[in-house]
């Protein structure tokens, strides 16, 4: 089946520590993106990228590091200069046709301890 | 500038109908609504283009007005499985090619038998 794959669901991270979370799509889909979501807060864009080796910041990039080496992967690093990175992580997908449907994957949940 | 949606939350007896508003302070292309249950990932309803067109998807309609940068999500003789989070995304930049989305913070429904 296609889809968008997000490993792990959860995870712990201790204070101080880089984590890497996993994003992985089938879809043959060119642009993917990262959001974070927090209570009451929406959705907010971490990073996206439209083509394997470039990627932009969006609006709460500050923390987070990206790669796009291959088309179908987007890892997401959460570094320890994010402050409060406790936070539910979407990643999604989509083509490049202009107002095309973004596709999400099922999330991880990472919790600071 | 991220879309305002409203009301903010909702409570509903089965059978009754609801409308969410998503308006922004800029020119609207597009509007995508979405729906997420507690921890899942947000699930795509439908899209607005310009144009007006109203779109549905059983019980479920939508209206876009370019005029007011306005679109409005109607949910009639509304169902226990509504229950969730409304999220409508807009255009992050006009122009073309694809763009990310910003989101509203979401308006919480819950149906209630």
């Known amino acids: 089946d296609g889809g968008i794959t997000q490993s792990p669901k959860y995870l712990f991270r201790k204070e101080g520590q880089n984590v890497t979370l996993s994003c992985e799509q089938n879809?043959?889909?060119?642009?993917m993106y990262w959001y974070r979501q927090d209570p009451g807060q929406g959705l907010r864009l971490i990073y996206y990228?439209?083509?394997?080796?470039?990627?932009q910041k969006g609006d709460i990039a500050e923390g987070y590091s990206v790669s796009r080496e291959k088309k179908e992967s987007f890892p997401l690093t959460v570094t320890s200069a994010q402050k409060n990175p406790t936070a539910f992580y979407l990643c999604?997908?989509?083509?490049?046709?202009?107002?095309?449907?973004?596709?999400f994957g099922e999330g991880s949940w990472l919790t600071v301890v | 500038q991220q879309p305002v949606q409203s009301p903010q939350a909702v409570i509903l007896r089965e059978g009754e109908d609801a409308v969410i508003n998503c308006s922004s302070s800029?020119?609207?292309?597009?509007v995508h609504w979405y729906r997420q249950k507690h921890g899942e990932a947000p699930v795509f309803l439908m899209i607005l283009l310009k144009g007006g067109e109203q779109k549905g998807h059983e019980k479920i309609s939508a209206s876009f007005n370019e005029k007011k940068q306005q679109s409005s999500l109607y949910l009639t003789a509304s169902q226990l499985s509504y229950s969730g989070t409304y999220f409508c995304?807009?255009?992050?930049?006009?122009?073309?090619?694809?763009?990310?989305?910003?989101f509203g913070k979401g308006t919480r429904l819950s149906v209630i038998a």
């Open positions: 995304g807009t255009p992050r930049r006009m122009g073309s090619g694809n763009t990310p989305l910003v």
């Open positions: 800029k020119a609207l292309y597009s």
């Open positions: 990228s439209q083509i394997v080796n470039d990627f």
């Open positions: 999604a997908s989509s083509t490049l046709v202009s107002g095309n449907t973004i596709y």
């Open positions: 879809l043959n889909h060119d642009a």
